[in-house]
């Protein structure tokens, strides 16, 4: 025996999309406008120069000049090794520790090698560090 299907006058359910469709938009223009995006700029460290003069008596020692070459450090103007380097470092933290570094990388120098005299400098407590590329070199 075969069974009987029912049949109805009624239509099939349909979901307006529309209504949700608005909610939807005007939750993303509430968020949108209420945000307030963080300032990283704020956040960035930078040395500035402190609004008060030095006096003139008190002596400046003169910056360090690094440069970063492919498997060799020159600090300043003498070729030197990662370990000597570390040695004249502790004794510039131990005399002035707010002493200016610069620090130049040849274009061909290895990016290790830059984290070691950085990681160098760090351990001495040295943070006037400035660090340059340079083409010439």
Same mark, same amino acid.
């Given at each position: 025996?075969?069974?009987?299907?029912?049949? &109805?006058?009624?239509?099939?359910?349909? @979901?307006?999309?529309?209504?949700?469709?608005?909610?939807?938009? !005007?939750?993303?223009?509430?968020?949108? /406008?209420? =945000?307030? +995006?963080?300032? #990283?700029?704020?956040? =960035?460290?930078?040395?500035? +120069?402190? +609004? *008060?003069?030095?006096?003139?008596?008190?002596?400046?020692?003169?910056?360090?000049? /690094?440069?970063?070459?492919?498997?060799?450090? $020159?600090?300043?103007?003498?070729?030197?090794? =990662?370990?000597?380097?570390?040695?004249?470092?502790?004794?510039?933290?131990?005399?002035? +520790?707010? !002493?200016?570094?610069? $620090?130049? %990388?040849?274009?061909? &120098?290895?990016?290790?090698? @830059? #984290? !070691? =005299? @950085?990681?160098? %400098?760090?351990?001495?407590?040295?943070?006037? #560090?400035? $660090?340059?590329?340079? *083409?010439?070199?």
């Amino acid at each position: 025996m075969a069974r009987k299907r029912w049949k &109805s006058d009624q239509r099939p359910c349909e @979901l307006n999309l529309t209504a949700m469709i608005d909610v939807a938009f !005007q939750l993303l223009n509430f968020f949108i /406008i209420t =945000l307030k +995006p963080q300032d #990283v700029y704020a956040h =960035l460290s930078a040395f500035r +120069p402190s +609004p *008060e003069p030095k006096p003139q008596n008190e002596i400046q020692n003169p910056m360090i000049k /690094i440069m970063v070459m492919p498997n060799i450090f $020159v600090f300043n103007d003498k070729m030197i090794s =990662l370990e000597s380097l570390d040695d004249k470092l502790a004794r510039m933290a131990a005399s002035d +520790p707010d !002493q200016t570094i610069l $620090v130049m %990388c040849a274009k061909k &120098s290895y990016h290790s090698q @830059l #984290v !070691q =005299l @950085l990681d160098k %400098c760090a351990k001495n407590h040295l943070k006037n #560090v400035s $660090v340059i590329s340079s *083409e010439g070199i």
